[in-house]
């Protein structure tokens, strides 16, 4: 015979029961719901101390502001760095990984079903039976667990995106700043190059007059000394050049450097460009804030997952359950029977020594540490930013004074040039005046080199860097994600 059994409370006090855990549980979700997220708003300064002066040039676009220096080949190293750089399909793998995790985080507080079969034999020995069911549970999520759960998934999804959005600044400006150095170095080189020639010329033309005896040998000996070391500096621009070209070439993720890089050109030069972004613009930009504000959203997560241990977890269960007699030393063998069973699943702690409270109070000092992080990662990005645009304003005024210098020493060589030409100069005092101008060159593009690179580190400290695209974020543009701050401030 086939039978078919339900296992409830009993029917004298499951009424008065069950309203009391319905109260209860009302009661204590309301009670021991996920606490409000602290409040992040900085102060910050309302403009930045180290304001440019006007350009009528536009607002350079943050997520494109390399482009200030119209060089397509540094356009084209950007975005084949950003499609190859390896750190940042490290970024990105890692970042879908936690999308992946993200998207199912809320799904342990809906209702599960499993399926299982075992084998069982009685104490007695007499008989064995084959046992198959499905088992259903469903954890409400109350007192806070399940918004615990929700912000700690949400707090990694933002970290994940920040460390990707980090890979990316680090990246357009590490790629800059390596192309500015390598035609800055080949630039040098030729410079160099050039006043090697000239201490040569200068090196041979005394010889000539130590034979006709109108000079020291000491003079000889000292131009000897003056083209040695002009020689010896070729090494260091060769250096930066090689050093350089591998570095482009690592993050562009190739195993060496393109055969074109060898070939020398010009730096790329900067053009007109405004800032027009504010103090408070970093919160939404620089990545580094964007993590700690990932950071205390995880951090409030625990600290909710935490205070929701310290009551009882809630949930409903049921199962169904078949037995199949296989085999037993009876003369008469028993028909299969099956079983439900139904009602609520409490896990409730009662005694632990004060550990869950401890734990508590330990997520609560943890919160107040990540927002005190975070508001460390505001100074040091306003802190950053501010330092330099100082750079900026004075690597802005070392170009131009540098300019000023290297245009007088280049009238003075056509002087020279000139009169020698006319016969009424030496040809020492050209080889002289021609190595002035090409030391002034040199110094005139080591100068340009750190206006470049201070723009550069500016625009890295803001945060600049193309968005990331939304075949690597792994969502529609139509739908964004909502950021930390979004949920700081709700």
């Not at 809906?110 to 299982?116: M, T, V």
């Not at 890979?167 to 050039?194: D, G």
């Not at 100082?390 to 002087?415: I, K, P, Y």
């Amino acid at each position: 015979m086939h039978t078919v059994s339900f296992r409830f409370l009993s029917r004298a006090i499951s009424t008065s029961l069950l309203r009391g855990c319905l109260m209860g549980v009302l009661l204590g979700g309301v009670a021991g719901c996920a606490a409000q997220l602290p409040k992040l708003a900085p102060r910050l300064p309302a403009q930045w101390q180290h304001a440019l002066a006007s350009d009528p040039a536009k607002s350079t676009d943050l997520h494109g502001w390399w482009h200030a220096f119209g060089d397509p080949e540094l356009d084209a190293l950007v975005d084949r760095a950003l499609a190859n750089n390896l750190d940042v399909a490290q970024a990105v793998e890692r970042m879908r990984a936690v999308r992946a995790v993200q998207r199912s985080a809320q799904t342990r507080y809906l209702p599960s079903l499993r399926a299982s079969t075992s084998d069982v034999v009685e104490p007695s020995a007499h008989s064995s039976y084959q046992l198959a069911g499905f088992d259903a549970s469903w954890e409400l999520g109350l007192f806070g667990r399940a918004e615990g759960s929700r912000r700690e998934a949400r707090g990694a999804l933002d970290a994940s995106i920040a460390d990707l959005r980090t890979a990316q600044v680090s990246l357009v400006a590490e790629v800059v700043r390596e192309w500015i150095e390598l035609r800055t170095a080949q630039q040098q080189e030729q410079l160099l190059s050039q006043i090697n020639e000239a201490r040569q010329q200068e090196w041979e033309l005394l010889q000539v007059r130590q034979h006709l005896q109108l000079v020291a040998p000491s003079a000889v000996d000292q131009a000897q000394a003056a083209l040695a070391q002009s020689a010896a500096a070729l090494a260091a621009p060769r250096q930066a050049i090689t050093a350089s070209a591998q570095q482009l070439a690592m993050l562009l993720g190739q195993n060496q450097p393109d055969a074109a890089w060898s070939q020398p050109g010009m730096p790329p030069e900067l053009g007109a460009w405004q800032l027009a972004s504010a103090p408070a613009d970093l919160v939404r930009t620089r990545p580094e804030i964007a993590r700690a504000q990932a950071d205390v959203l995880q951090a409030a997560g625990a600290l909710a997952l935490a205070h929701a241990d310290q009551f009882p977890s809630i949930g409903l269960g049921g199962s169904i359950d078949w037995s199949v007699n296989i085999f037993n030393d009876k003369k008469h063998g028993t028909t299969p029977n099956s079983i439900v069973s139904l009602g609520p699943e409490i896990n409730m702690p009662l005694f632990d020594w004060g550990i869950l409270l401890a734990a508590k109070h330990a997520k609560d000092h943890e919160l107040k540490a990540s927002v005190l992080a975070y508001r460390q990662a505001v100074l040091q990005g306003v802190t950053e930013v501010e330092t330099a645009l100082g750079s900026v304003q004075q690597q802005q005024q070392r170009e131009q004074h540098t300019l000023r210098a290297w245009q007088a020493l280049q009238r003075v060589d056509q002087t020279v040039q000139t009169r020698v030409s006319l016969q009424l100069g030496s040809p020492l005092d050209r080889a002289e005046s021609q190595i002035a101008a090409n030391q002034a060159a040199i110094e005139l593009a080591d100068a340009r080199a750190g206006h470049s690179l201070a723009y550069v580190a500016l625009f890295k400290a803001l945060g600049g860097a193309p968005l990331p695209t939304d075949a690597e974020m792994g969502t529609p543009p139509e739908t964004p994600p909502a950021t930390a701050t979004d949920e700081a401030h709700r």
